[in-house]
Antibody
């Protein structure tokens, strides 16, 4: 299971941190991803991080502004979002990469999502 | 970047129908293709991975196939709970692009 928290309202240029608590599997063995859905839009992959956290990948629109990280000792995944823009408004989902130790694969377990609204 | 297109963008079908959705990649992605179902207000659910393998727990009425860069999701015996939007996603190279989605109405 993935239990999400964080999110809410932020001003343009502001910051937010999303959290995702994992349970029911060996968190440290799986890469994790963040996916978002803007209002009225489709799914957009945002970021992925390896099971160790040493390798990270981002969609171009968030590079340099968002940081994916994890605490394997506490089974936690994070997305630090800085310099927020109106277009970052979306429901953000954390998700587990299906194959253990694989950097990229299908996303087989998803959180329920958390809403981020960027508005002045 | 690999671009993904889906067809149709929406469709209306009846319970019991057979539905086919296609997804095309702009370049070779081997079989690094997944299908998801997303109902409003819920988390997306994985249906098919590696283009044709049924994810554990996904109903057997869902199947996937591949031919080059063209991928197909088939739903046999459409059920009321299948309404929502279906997305393909390539996991060959970053960015891990999702297709634009196919909205299914019943």
């Amino acid at each position: 299971e993935l239990l999400q928290s964080g999110g809410g309202l932020a001003q343009p240029g502001g910051s937010l941190r999303l959290s995702c608590a994992a349970s029911g599997f060996v968190f440290s063995s799986f890469a994790m991803s963040w996916v978002r859905q803007a209002p009225g839009k489709g799914l957009e992959w945002v970021s992925s991080g390896s099971h160790s956290g040493s390798r990270t990948h981002y969609v171009d629109s968030v590079k340099g502004r968002f940081t994916i990280s994890r605490d394997n000792s506490n089974n936690m995944l994070y997305l630090e979002m800085n310099s927020l823009r109106d277009e970052d408004t979306a429901v953000y989902y954390c998700a587990r990469v299906r194959r253990p130790s694989s950097a990229f694969d299908s996303l087989d377990i998803w959180g329920r999502g958390t809403l981020v609204i960027v508005s002045s | 970047d690999v671009q993904m297109t889906q067809s149709p963008s929406s469709l209306s079908a009846s319970v019991g129908d057979r539905v086919t959705i296609t997804c095309r990649a702009s370049q070779d992605i081997n079989t690094y293709l997944s299908w998801y179902h997303h109902r409003p207000g819920e988390a997306p659910r994985l249906l098919i991975y590696a283009a044709s393998l049924l994810h554990s727990g996904a109903p057997s009425r869902f199947s996937g196939s591949a031919s080059g860069t063209l991928f197909t999701l088939t739903i046999n015996n459409l059920q009321p709970e299948d309404l929502g939007t279906f997305y393909c996603q390539q996991t060959h190279t970053t960015p891990l692009i999702f297709g634009p989605g196919t909205k299914v109405d019943l």
